[in-house]
Every structure is written in C-alpha cells, then in structure tokens.
C-alpha cells in the first residue's frame, strides 16, 4: 500500500515538474528526468513484490518454524526438539501417530525408534516409502512420564487429552496443506484425540471413518504390535484396506 502511495506522489510530482519544464527550466527537467527513472524501478520492485500463493512445501516449512518456536502446552519447557512431521507434501497417504519418544525427541524426526523401523515396514510393503507418504504425530513434544529428565529412556507417555487439543491444530493445517486421500491413525490416542470417539482401538480399528475431507482408517500403533505380534495380522488387513482405496478409489 505503502509502495502504490509512493507511486501516486511521485506520478503526480513527474507531471508538476514536466509543467514546469515547459517553461524552459533545465534543472527541473532534470529532476524530472530522475523522477521518472525511479518510478520505472518502482514499478519494476513492485512486480517482483505481487504476493504469489505459497506452494505446499513452502507452506509446509512456514509452519514447521511456528511449531520450532510454540510454546502452546508444557510439553515445550521439556522438548529437545519439536517433531513436526516429514514425508511427500502431497501425499495421497498420512500416517498420524500420538507423540514423539526418546528417539523422536533427540532427532527432531517422527518414527525413528522401534516403533517407528515397524511403521517403516510395514510402509515398504505397500509399495511405498516413506518419502511418497506423510508421517506425522497428533502431539509435536516429547510427552514425558518424568519430565525433569529427558535423557531418560522408557519415559514416554501417551499425550494427555488437553495436550492433543491444543496442538492438534498444527496437525488440522498439515492435512489441509497436505490433503491427504487417507489418513492412518496409529493407535488409541490419536484416534479418540481426531475421532472423539470412545471405543476402543480393538472396536474400532479397520472400520471407514472420515477427518478433514480425507477418508480415516484407524488402526493398532505398531508399538502395540511390538508388545503382541499376533496383532499384526489385523494392521496388514488394514493396510490392505487403505491400498485398495488408493489405487481405485473405492473403499
Ligand atoms: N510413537 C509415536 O506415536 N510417534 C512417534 O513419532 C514415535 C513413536
Ligand atoms: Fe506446542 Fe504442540 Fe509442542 Fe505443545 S506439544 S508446545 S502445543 S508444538
């Protein structure tokens, strides 16, 4: 606004002064001459300054920066790292787990521990990797069981409903930058903190749900299939579930 002001000035001084060369005045056809010049180069600056719409990655590493600096719960008085979440900016399919560990934490990436080498797993055998997806948690800092010591392993803790609430809305702007076709929840917090829903995993697992425009397929945390691998059996169902509506759009 400030540069189209400027412009009007300058255009209305240009013409003053060109009246006044017309009385035959050098010096001020000089400045005229001048003024004209830096009008083309504001014109110029002012195309260069024309907003442009960000493209998803570019909106992607904005809000990566907001989350580097929130200090919306108190997760972020205990945090090594914010895990913002990583993968295909457009990707057709979004992985959201509940929080980052130990790992996650010291790395700042998401799904990096144990946990995290089962997803990329299970990821690989449906014929995608972890760059064509999006992988990213419903909370951003470490939720902590003793939060005075970071630097502790086997102190991860499912993050509480206030803190998923409050930050689920880095998570909402992910997914309308994103737009995902489908979205995996992994496990129960994550679930009941997008779904609101009470049932348990165990229920509500596999069944069709939908988030943000974006069909939702909820399914066990691959920590959970760590602890019982005969849950496996019902992710791979899952999982099928979810391929099958990739690649023809039916459910
Ligand atoms: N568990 C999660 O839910 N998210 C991670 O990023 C790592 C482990
Ligand atoms: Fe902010 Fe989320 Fe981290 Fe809390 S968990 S400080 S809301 S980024």
Known sequence: ???????????????????YN????????????????????LEEQQK????????????LDNLRQQVKDCKGCPLCKTRL???????FENADLMFVGEGPGY???????????KAGQLLTKIIEAMSQTRDTVYIAN????????????????????PPTPSEMQVCKR?????????????????????TKGLLNNEDPISKI??????????????????????RNPSLKKFVWEDMKKVMHFLSTGEI
């Open 103 to 113: 790992d996650e934490d010291h790395k700042g990436e998401p799904f990096i521990g």
């Open 81 to 87: 790292n914010a895990v913002f979440g990583e993968g």
């Open 138 to 157: 419903i909370v951003k800092c470490h939720p902590m069981i003793d939060p005075s010591n970071p630097e502790k392993r086997e102190n991860d803790r």
């Open 205 to 226: 697992r596999g069944t069709l749900q939908e988030y943000n425009n974006a069909k939702l397929i909820p399914t066990y945390h691959p920590a959970a299939l760590l």
């Open 22 to 41: 017309n009385w035959g005045e050098t010096e001020v056809y000089k400045a005229s001459q001048e003024l004209s010049n830096n009008k083309t180069i």
């Open 48 to 59: 260069t300054f024309t907003v442009k719409p960000l493209n998803a990655k570019e909106q």
């Open 170 to 190: 880095y998570l909402d702007m992910q997914i309308d930058i994103i737009k995902p076709k489908i979205i995996v929840t992994l496990g129960a917090s994550s």
């Open 1 to 19: 606004m400030k540069q189209l002001k400027y412009l009007k000035i300058l255009s209305f001084a240009k013409t003053t002064l060109e009246d």
